[in-house]
């Protein structure tokens, strides 16, 4: 099988499905969840149009508070005198304005994700561009690396990623597909979560990082301990040398101690893990994670 020869429109599908499924076993309702997959971020009409309508208004509000509070009653005057002659004459003006702010917000903001959530109208979105992109960086890392025997190892799920992914190579299977099921599967379960604890980035990643975990099964492989060992390692020195870690990387930080402080489980109790998720403060998190003792 070659990068390109693997169907990522049934492979999200069925990793969105699976997602569902396993919160629904696990007593967590996910219900009128919808998924949408995107070829890139230029799919996104939906988002889109509901940014640009917001944009569009806040720069009518912003105009119309230039042209009421402006203190100089002259500068006032001239002020609405000019822009008013402009609208008047252009009005498509603010449009164009409101458009190219929100290509510009869009680009800004989902440049590199995989996935979006857009939770007033129940929906995530995957996008495939990135999700390749991703696959294709983790084949070309793999192929430096001389893997022989079937094992655990960690990949990063995103380019700058400090808190690794255990990823399970199996030389028997196909790599590209696995290594796509796997990219497809973390960003999914991600978006999904975000269900449950809606636009909180930390407390989204704790609970994503233990969802892959258990899902599949991870806990059955002992070496995989030693990828979440070293994941709490780094995570500790990033906070005793005080450097920033985005709510991403602190989440995840967070997810592998819970898994740590649970090694003998082969499952853990979702519903009480989402209440002490819930809970806990930023502070909290950083707290446990300085803290916390391996051996
Ligand atoms: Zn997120």
């Known amino acids: 099988m070659t990068r390109d020869d693997y169907d990522l429109d049934n492979i999200i599908k069925s990793s969105f499905e699976e997602a569902i499924e396993y919160f629904n076993k696990n007593g967590i309702k996910v219900e009128g ?17 509901s940014r640009f309508i917001i944009i569009l208004f ?128 973390i960003v999914v379960i991600h978006e999904t979560v975000h269900y449950i604890f809606g636009n909180d980035e930390r407390k989204t990643s704790t609970f994503e990082f233990l969802v892959y975990f258990y899902k599949n099964e991870f806990y059955k492989y002992p070496e995989v301990y030693e990828i979440i060992e070293e994941n709490i390692k780094i995570c500790k020195t990033y906070i005793e040398e005080n450097k920033e870690l985005d709510a991403y990387e602190l989440g995840r930080c967070y997810g592998n101690i819970i898994i ?9 109790n979702i519903k009480d893990i989402i209440e002490e998720i819930k809970n806990l403060s930023k502070k909290d998190v950083i707290d446990t994670i300085r803290n916390y003792k391996m051996y």
Do not use: C
Not at 34 to 47: E, G, N, V
Not at 260 to 268: A, E, F, L
């Open 260 to 268: 740590h402080k649970n090694k003998q489980s082969t499952n853990i």
């Open 33 to 49: 969840l919808k998924l949408k997959i995107a070829k890139s971020i230029w799919s996104f009409y939906d988002i889109f149009i």
């Open 58 to 185: 806040i720069i009518s509000v912003f105009i119309y508070k230039i042209l009421y509070h402006a203190e100089n009653i002259l500068i006032r005057n001239s002020l609405i005198i000019f822009i008013i002659a402009i609208l008047m004459r252009y009005p498509i003006i603010i449009f164009i304005i409101a458009f190219f702010m929100t290509v510009g917000y869009l680009l800004f903001l989902y440049q590199r994700s995989q996935g979006v959530h857009f939770l007033p109208d129940k929906k995530i979105f995957i996008i495939k561009k990135h999700l390749e992109e991703t696959v294709n960086r983790i084949l070309d890392d793999l192929s430096h690396s001389n893997i022989k025997d079937s094992s655990v190892i960690g990949i990063k799920s995103s380019k700058n990623s400090i808190v690794l992914h255990p990823f399970y190579i199996n030389m028997k299977k196909d790599i590209v597909n696995d290594l796509v099921k796997t990219i497809t599967d």
